[in-house]
């Protein structure tokens, strides 16, 4: 079994039967899953910014980093084992965005960011079946590829599924 682990700005997909997809510590980072109940395709992407025009080097050096260049990456990942090209029969789901500055989150990164992924997933003819976003703690979310099961799990609250 091959799991694929992914950091800050990771994307991975797999089809390996058994493996899962996973992240941890999302804090105002928001994770976005596709999964393909039909193939068992599972694929996640870990976004840390809204905009890739933030940070020109960054986004060509990690464009998983960014909302506006990760989630479609991850769809033509996703497209690329085998999904159809217009992402009929995907599940897409989202996670984090929280606000975990103390204080006043002046720069609102976490809404900033849930914002930026729905509107890319709109253009790309997609939206979330189910979120679990904002609040003000962080979530590890580990994507199941033989069940296409979310679980979400963060220190003090536990662990759920979405």
Same mark, same amino acid.
């Given at each position: 079994?091959?799991?694929?682990? !992914? ?9 390996? #039967?058994?493996?899962?997809? =996973? ?5 105002? /980072? ?9 193939? =068992? *395709? ?19 050096? /990690? ?17 690329? &084992?085998? /999904? @159809?090209?217009?992402?009929?029969? !995907?599940?897409? =789901? ?13 720069? $609102? ?5 849930? &914002?930026?992924?729905?509107? *890319? ?13 904002? @609040? $003000? ?16 799990? /963060? #220190?003090?609250?536990? @662990?759920? @599924? *979405?």
């Amino acid at each position: 079994m091959s799991d694929i682990i !992914l950091g800050i700005g990771g994307l991975g997909a797999t089809s390996q #039967p058994g493996a899962v997809v =996973k992240t941890y510590a999302l804090g105002s /980072c928001v994770a976005v899953t596709m999964y393909d109940p039909n193939l =068992k *395709i599972a694929g996640m992407v870990h976004v840390a910014l809204p905009e890739s025009k933030l940070n020109r080097a960054k986004s060509e050096e /990690c464009p998983g980093y960014f909302a506006d260049l990760g989630v479609p990456l991850l769809f033509r990942e996703m497209a690329r &084992l085998g /999904c @159809q090209a217009k992402g009929r029969g !995907l599940v897409v =789901k989202m996670l984090g965005g929280a606000s975990v500055m103390a204080g006043n989150d002046t720069f $609102n990164i976490g809404k900033r960011n849930i &914002l930026a992924v729905k509107k *890319i997933l709109w253009t790309l003819g997609m939206g979330p079946v189910a979120e679990d976003v904002g @609040q $003000n703690f962080s979530r590890t979310v580990t994507l199941h590829v033989d069940t296409g099961l979310v679980a979400v799990s /963060c #220190p003090g609250r536990g @662990q759920w @599924q *979405i």
